[in-house]
């Protein structure tokens, strides 16, 4: 079947696709054939071409389908794509993958506009003036060597998103020749602050969550529908959930300030006032009147009418979640970014883990979770509290050479850290890059990199299902641009300018990898298979399997240390709490110039190519504004304009805005369409963590007399189709819990 | 005004359109016509008629060796489109015919194939985008299962190849013309192809024939979407 020398040979043997392009696409200059008006036919002009050399499987007009990982964020679902005449065409999802069990969200689908995007940068780069120029690999690797001649450790320092697998060995043995211990890790969107608390309460950052075997879920703003860890995964255990167990339909319960996918999916949706997630999961302790001890000591005071009065949330519907909660068991309680998102986000979480621990979950629907053998593959984490490091480094002036990768610090930095001025006084800094997003904009050197399915690599998910998994990615076609390279292949590059001798033996990444991987044959469950077998079986699975170490799982959730904070003072000058909306499809940002995720609609507003403020109807009918007003959203830190959109699902007392638009860089697809929200974000921090305070910015909004028809696909406002509504809706408090389930 | 002239245009319209069918609807076209296509000039004349040729049994140096088309053309029978063949396959013949290693041709065959890479061959044959027209599945009901010549099945489209050095498109493509063919009762088992019974029923959607013999007859298919996918 497909092994790897033909992969191999079909990255080595360049043609010109383009004109492969054209044979399968609509041409430009019709010619009239007899009989037909308006045709494409190109007799006799165009030209078809041929391989030079084709494997039998290669067939023209037939596919060939190559197994590969996802690299669109790091759920680490696997890939299965479709090749013909050279070309990938289309992805979908390896069913042997225990991840995602061959399905794939939008977002992964969308990867194939990451690789044809016609954004990419295609050369290497270096900065003349405002303008980048053209430069040889030998030159901008000479270059790198030049400027780290006589550079100390503490003076480089290496930004980079969350990276695992062989990727992140070969880092890191890169910076210790470099003898730097200056890399920052920073991941603009992760659950930092959870992860966190859930050491403290489980032992281990990210357990199990076994949705499939729960029978109720209570979610505290955990979208993991839509963006949440490993969204197609947990859709997946999600659909096991709505089955049931012995038939019983499992019920979610969404509790948050913003309603997400997740919460539209929900049997319950309640709006809780923001940063108040910590107080429910405490009134709900006290009123199933389950906790003995410590704990039990701390929630007396948490009683249904303060909790109430505090949350929102009515103290009928908190007798009515009691009684579902004890009635169904297991349940699986969740802590999202929306409970996370606060100064105080640490003691929620501890608040929701210690609900999780009082219904005797832990063990039954949060389990321990599976790793790989090798820890040094594990993913490298981090969230703000490494860019905050890195941006005080770089304001002070520290850093002669810096090298960013996979991040895009400029766009996601809260606009109160001042990123960019503080960026720009680093001595040299080299961008791997994509696209000219806003953080290689302004850097000096500029490396392009290949796409996710031209590259070799592996990949270690963070949230790992049955058994631990190492995924392999590897090119679904070659190169479309005769210039751009692997990170590997970067990174090997450089690390030979340090350690020539160690490195000699591997001519290139894919030598590298194929070297490492085989090497720990025996432990990655090849022992005895011949190497070229091993190897080529690897390939063709696109995932090794292992056993893995399972970490113990603690139950030491306790009372101590949690005190939540008095309910927030309303602040007169910024009314209202800015929630930053992070959807399915955009994520962070970072693919935003893929245009099939901007045209796909938000899930929620159906909003297309453009940001919107989501502000609930009541609050807008107060200050007078109607959907499409273009108002301006004004934080201590700074303001953006854009459209608003009524939305019921939003409390009063928040606004939100989604992240992930707003580029004024990166390419045609991205730059110019929306707002960034991240831009006018405060520099509020997680007490316990450092982490930023995503949800703490306060806005207030005034109208600016300018009035947009909002692009989206759902009919006029309030859902009426000609007249009459589509379906009628009753409010969560009318309903009767006990008659429904 | 204007709106007053539309009726009228209307009218002529219809007429016209009326009798250009009543035109055309008496006489099909035949699928023998020819159509010729522009003369394409290609990067390496190749010469169809001394491979696929009939042999010259006085002289073997002038005639053709008889190649069958699908030696080269390997895609067709697999495949909805033919492809073109790879290079490595006119090298694998070629590094072994020292004969005529040194001709002009052969000389420029081998340059590309030292720089690996694709002759930029010129299309010939191209159809519209909107139409799919699938090879093998010709290739399936003529040679296959009716066992018909392969240069016979193949050159009801393509014509004569075997006569030609470059090929030139010979018939028109457009689409009356593919009806032509489609639209007449053809013999279900051709003498010597294999009887198969359930043939009738796929290929024009009838009930299978109780027994299929050489007097059976059915026509293509003729749904729109068998080619407008
Ligand atoms: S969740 Fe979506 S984007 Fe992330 S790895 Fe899976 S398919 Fe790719």
Not at chain 1, 550 to 560: F, G, R, V
Not at chain 1, 665 to 672: C, F, S, V
Not at chain 1, 685 to 698: D, K, N, P, S, Y
Request: glycine share 10%; proline share 5%; aromatic share 8%.
């Amino acid at each position: 079947m497909i092994d790897s020398g033909s992969v191999k040979q079909m990255a080595g043997h360049p043609f010109d696709r383009r004109d492969f392009l054209k044979v399968l696409g609509w041409s430009g200059a019709a010619v009239a054939l007899s009989g037909c008006g308006n045709t494409s036919v190109e007799d006799g002009r165009e030209t078809v071409v041929s391989y030079v050399e084709a494997n039998d499987y290669m067939v023209p007009g037939v596919g060939v389908y190559f197994n590969s990982t996802c690299a669109q964020c790091d759920a680490g679902c696997s890939i299965n794509g479709r090749v013909r005449e050279g070309r990938v065409l289309k992805l979908e999802g390896n069913p042997d993958s225990a991840i995602n069990k061959g399905r794939l969200c939008g977002l992964g689908q969308a990867g194939v506009q990451h690789h044809y995007n016609p954004d990419r940068v295609r050369e290497p780069l270096l900065r003349n003036g405002n303008k980048g120029e053209a430069i040889s690999w030998e030159k901008a690797y000479a270059l790198i060597a030049e400027k780290l001649a006589g550079v100390s450790g503490e003076e480089i320092a290496f930004l980079s998103g969350g990276v695992s697998g062989h990727l992140k060995v070969l880092l890191g043995n890169y910076l210790d020749s470099l003898g730097t211990k200056n890399h920052f890790v920073y991941e603009a969107i992760a659950p930092s602050v959870v992860r966190a608390a859930n050491l403290k309460a489980f032992g281990v950052e990210m357990p199990r969550y076994r949705f499939d075997k729960a029978q109720v879920v209570l979610s505290f703003g955990a979208d993991f529908l839509g963006s949440w860890v490993s969204p197609v995964h947990f859709s997946q255990q999600y659909a096991q959930f709505r089955k049931g167990v012995n038939g019983q339909r499992g019920v979610l319960i969404q509790v948050e300030s913003k309603m997400t996918l997740t919460g539209a999916n929900a049997d319950r949706w309640l709006a809780v006032k923001p940063g108040t997630e910590g107080v429910l999961a405490l009134g709900i302790i006290n009123a199933l009147g389950m906790a003995t001890g410590e704990v039990a000591e701390l929630v007396k005071g948490y009683d249904k009418a303060r909790v109430s009065r505090e949350t929102g949330v009515s103290t009928g519907q908190i007798d009515k979640i009691a009684a579902l909660l004890k009635l169904r068991s297991p349940s699986l309680v969740l802590a999202g970014n929306a409970a996370e998102g606060y100064a105080h986000g640490s003691q929620n979480a501890a608040a929701i883990n210690l609900l999780n621990q009082v219904l005797g979950n832990v063990g039954k629907t949060i389990e321990a979770p599976v790793s790989v053998p090798f820890p040094q593959m594990v993913p490298s984490k981090g969230n703000t509290v490494a860019l905050k490091n890195m941006n005080d480094g770089l304001a002070a002036g520290k850093y002669k050479v810096v090298f960013n990768f996979a991040a895009n610090p400029v766009f996601t930095a809260p606009g109160a850290f001042k990123f960019k001025d503080n960026f720009a006084k680093a001595g040299f800094k080299v961008a791997f890059a994509h696209y000219l997003d806003e953080t290689a904009l302004q850097a000096d050197l500029v490396l392009p990199l290949d796409s996710a399915l031209e590259d070799w690599g592996t990949q270690v998910p963070e949230y790992m299902t049955e058994g631990a998994q190492i995924n392999i990615q590897q090119p679904l076609m070659e190169r479309l641009h005769a210039n751009t390279r692997g990170m590997g292949d970067i990174l090997l590059g450089l690390i030979k300018q340090k350690k020539a001798d160690e490195y000699k033996g591997f001519e290139d990444y894919y030598a590298y990898l194929r070297g490492a991987v085989l090497q720990n044959k025996g432990a990655l469950g090849g022992g005895g298979v011949e190497d070229d077998t091993f190897w080529n079986d690897t390939l063709t699975q696109g995932i090794v399997k292992l056993a893995g170490t399972t970490t113990s799982l603690a139950a030491h959730a306790s009372a101590a240390g949690l005190v939540l904070p008095a309910a927030a003072e309303a602040d007169e000058h910024f009314p209202l709490h800015l929630i930053p909306g992070v959807t399915a499809s955009l994520r962070d940002g970072r693919h935003t110039n893929q245009p099939w995720l901007q045209e796909s609609p938000d899930p929620l507003t159906t909003i297309v190519w453009d940001s919107w403020v989501e502000i609930h109807p009541k609050k807008a009918a107060e200050l007078g504004i109607v959907e499409g007003d273009i108002v301006q959203v004004t934080s201590k830190t700074g303001s953006v304009k854009a459209q608003v959109y009524l939305f019921p699902g939003i409390h009063p007392e928040a606004i939100s805005i989604p992240v992930g638009r707003g580029h004024d860089a990166m390419g045609r697809y991205a730059k110019g369409y929306g707002v960034n929200p991240f831009q006018i974000m405060d520099a509020v921090f997680e007490a316990a963590t450092g982490e930023l305070a995503m949800h703490e910015t306060r806005v207030k909004i005034s109208k600016t007399g300018q009035r947009v028809l909002v692009v989206k696909d759902e009919g006029s406002a309030g859902a009426l189709q000609m007249g009459r509504k589509i379906a009628g809706r009753v409010s969560t408090d009318q309903v009767d819990l006990s008659k429904e389930v | 005004m204007y709106r007053f002239l539309r009726f009228p245009i209307l009218l002529v319209g219809l007429f016209l359109a009326a009798s250009s069918f009543a035109a055309n609807s008496s006489q099909p076209a035949l699928t023998t016509e020819d159509s010729l296509g522009p003369q394409v000039q290609q990067p390496i004349e190749f010469p169809h008629n001394r491979h696929a040729g009939l042999k010259d049994a006085s002289d073997p140096a002038k005639g053709g060796m008889e190649i069958n088309c699908q030696y080269c053309h390997t895609y067709a029978r697999r495949s909805a489109v033919a492809g073109i063949p790879p290079l490595q396959k006119c090298i694998g013949c070629h590094q072994n015919i020292e004969s005529v290693r040194n001709k002009p041709r052969i000389v420029e065959l081998f340059k590309y194939w030292d720089a690996k890479k694709a002759v930029p061959w010129k299309k010939v044959h191209d159809l519209p985008d909107f139409v799919r027209f699938n090879h093998e599945r010709h290739i399936k009901r003529f040679v296959e299962q009716q066992d018909r010549p392969v240069q016979e099945a193949c050159g009801y489209c393509h014509g004569d190849v075997k006569e030609m050095t470059v090929a030139r498109r010979q018939k028109s493509l457009a689409m009356g013309w593919c009806a032509s063919c489609h639209e007449k009762d053809h013999p279900v088992v051709a003498e010597g192809g294999t009887p198969i019974a359930g043939q009738a029923y796929w290929y024009s959607f009838q009930k299978p024939a109780a027994a299929v013999d050489a007097n059976t007859k059915a026509r293509g298919p003729n749904d729109c979407w068998q080619c407008h996918k």
